[in-house]
């Protein structure tokens, strides 16, 4: 989350007396560590359903849940759109994703591959912690998966989110470079942006304006009831102290 390594979340978090205090109730003696913030947030997280949309209750036999454009923007989703080919849904795996690794164009294009390559190699050479500061590395986050696995087939490409919703979580991109539902749509539609690793499954679509808008009226159908009621009724944390 953008901190430069595990003692410094430790040290944010317990700069914070109301942590302090729950993490005490919650975990006793261990108190805030690196590994009772990972099951906190782990718990946290498997709190976090949704599977109370229209397009639920579309699917699952009531025809009036969504409406006529959300029904076309469903076949066009499945069909011209070929977003099913990475955003997978079935009945036994609904989460709108294959959970692959995809490049498609976002934020990397040829003129920047080679320099942010060779400056990991640079990194590497000289340093053993090299993977920590690549990942706090301005610019160099670009080469995604790469980073991990140092093979050329993952050069730029981020792991495919579920579309579950998505409309409550803009901006969109790994990068927050798409703004709206529609400016993603388009940029499917025109086949992302060129590279030379570039998924083959990235191509032009051509979808007209119709189309596009109605591909954009089914994502919104993937809103949870209880998923936007809770966004309705809560408050982003402020943060009441800060680290000295």
């Not at 849904?89 to 498609?104: I, V």
């Not at 529609?182 to 539609?189: A, C, E, N, Q, R």
């Not at 919104?220 to 009441?240: G, H, K, N, W």
């Amino acid at each position: 989350m953008g901190m430069g390594s595990y003692d410094a979340v430790v040290a944010r978090l317990i700069a914070i007396p109301r942590y302090r205090r729950e993490f005490r109730l919650a975990f006793k003696s261990e108190g805030i560590t690196i590994d009772t913030i990972a099951k906190a947030i782990a718990t946290y997280e498997r709190t976090q359903l949704s599977g109370n949309s229209p397009f639920d209750r579309f699917i699952t036999g009531n025809n009036n849940a969504i409406a006529e454009a959300q029904k076309r923007g469903w076949l066009l989703f499945k069909g011209k759109a070929r977003c099913t080919e990475c955003h997978t849904y079935t009945p036994a795996s609904p989460f709108f994703s294959d959970f692959k690794f995809h490049n498609t164009g976002i934020a990397i294009s040829n003129e920047n591959i080679e320099r942010l390559m060779n400056q990991v190699t640079e990194i590497q050479s000289s340093n053993n912690k090299a993977l920590s500061l690549l990942t706090h590395t301005e610019g160099v986050s670009e080469l995604g998966r790469y980073l991990l696995t140092q093979q050329r087939k993952d050069v730029g490409a981020f792991k495919t989110p579920s579309l579950r919703d998505i409309e409550l979580t803009g901006p969109y991109m790994h990068n927050g470079s798409q703004k709206t539902l529609l400016d993603v749509v388009k940029f499917y539609s025109k086949g992302g942006e060129r590279n030379s690793h570039l998924d083959e499954r990235m191509r032009p679509l051509n979808l007209t304006d119709q189309e596009i808008n109605d591909v954009v009226e089914f994502l919104r159908a993937l809103t949870s009831d209880d998923v936007l009621r809770e966004t309705q009724s809560t408050r982003p944390q402020t943060r009441t102290s800060t680290p000295q």
